[in-house]
């Protein structure tokens, strides 16, 4: 019998694999890996050594060639490596084979982004949602070798003497408890869905962006309350919402969950509901992480997301963060930074969260975006704005 899925995951020693075009920039590759190293660190796993090939496409057997897969089994094998990880998706039969390979557990991108937020899942929706993300994931993917079930039941290693019988029994628990899962969460959803109507005749605005950005910490900031706020990925998997005034004016802010590249598809689906905070927000605050040398493809990662959640069009302020890490240089191009897609709605404002920089723009320009829906709601409201600019800053 399947049991609860453990929450905490246990001290692993891993290794990262990655399959690259023939004319992908070596910096890319490098960027890529040290995300899926980061990921392997917020999910605990130890990571020893990076392996990387360079194919037109990926091998269907083994994802890898046989040459890059003889040496991953070497040094796994010397090394008592615990797990592998892919830096892309695996087809069942992929999986099927590495794991006949090289005797040990695999993950691919998508398995290890789910574990972790299976790990920092915190409401009953949050869990829900993960844990039937996960299911739907794994039940193709069963093996009779091992299975990722296998730390629900708190084993380790090969399983022995069941065979494909009991991969058929698994499969047959796995559709059951999905179709519980999916009720439950159908649930959870019509209550939330009463939650959100109720907030209907309050502005409301929504934090977006590329996870570990930052904007938890400016949540905490802006709401003056506390919210968890780590240097990891997906701090934040469960929605937050806050009441936050500004000069008088109030409305709600929500923290949601961040985006990442390649953000497994069951996961995007099962999470539809508590994006609905995107979705039925007035306005959208895109936080973007300035410092890091992928900024520009993670604002393009986080539109993409909008985009395919049918909300790309919202007013949207872009906050770029942490503005303390950037050298001159690197500071003066990116203060005049745009982009194509830029709309006559939005607006930018550079900012440190960390180190209140630039705070006082930074409600400003909220202000005066949650200020235009406020007014389109409530056309009689009086604002006192006859205060001293201080009312815009952040008091510490």
């Not at 190293?37 to 050594?49: G, M």
């Not at 628990?173 to 649930?187: A, G, P, Y």
């Not at 869905?193 to 409301?204: D, E, Y």
């Amino acid at each position: 019998m399947i049991e609860p899925v453990e929450t905490k995951l246990s001290r692993e020693e891993g290794v990262l694999v990655s399959v690259a075009g023939k004319q992908q920039d070596e910096s890319v590759i490098e960027e890529h890996l040290d995300e899926l190293d980061f990921l392997a660190e917020t999910a605990k796993i130890a990571v020893k050594n990076r392996f990387f090939q360079r194919l037109e496409k990926p091998d269907t057997r083994t994802f890898v060639g046989q040459g890059k897969l003889e040496e991953i089994k070497t040094y796994c094998k010397s090394r008592d490596i615990d797990v592998v990880i892919f830096d892309d998706d695996l087809s069942p039969s992929q999986l099927r084979n590495l794991e006949r390979e090289l005797k040990c557990k695999i993950y691919d991108r998508s398995l290890l982004i789910l574990d972790i937020f299976l790990d920092r899942a915190q409401t009953a929706q949050a869990k829900t949602q993960v844990e039937l993300a996960r299911y739907q994931y794994l039940m193709p993917r069963l093996t009779r070798m091992w299975t990722h079930l296998e730390r629900q039941r708190g084993g380790t290693g090969t399983r022995g003497g069941a065979g494909e019988k009991e991969i058929e029994t698994d499969r047959r628990m796995i559709r059951n408890q999905v179709s519980v899962l999916k009720k439950k969460l159908e649930k959870i959803e019509r209550q939330s869905a009463i939650q959100r109507k109720n907030r209907s005749q309050v502005v409301r605005a929504a934090l977006v962006g590329y996870t570990n950005v930052g904007k938890s910490t400016l949540m905490r900031l802006l709401s003056k309350s506390d919210v968890k706020a780590e240097d990891k990925l997906f701090a934040t998997v469960d929605a937050t919402v806050r009441k936050v005034v500004i000069n008088t004016l109030p409305f709600l802010l929500s923290d949601t969950v961040g985006f990442i590249r390649k953000l497994p598809t069951h996961l995007i689906e099962s999470f539809k509901s508590t994006l609905a905070e995107v979705s039925e927000a007035d306005v959208l605050i895109h936080v973007v992480d300035v410092s890091h040398t992928a900024f520009e493809d993670h604002i393009h990662v986080v539109r993409q997301t909008l985009k395919e959640l049918g909300v790309i069009d919202k007013p949207t302020l872009y906050v770029f963060n942490k503005i303390d890490l950037l050298d001159e240089e690197n500071s003066e191009y990116r203060s005049n930074y745009t982009f194509e897609g830029m709309n006559e709605h939005d607006k930018k404002v550079f900012i440190s969260a960390e180190k209140r920089q630039n705070i006082a723009e930074l409600r400003k320009k909220i202000y005066e975006m949650i200020k235009v829906r406020h007014f389109q709601i409530f056309p009689n409201y009086v604002i006192n704005e006859h205060v001293n600019g201080e009312s815009f800053g952040y008091d510490s």
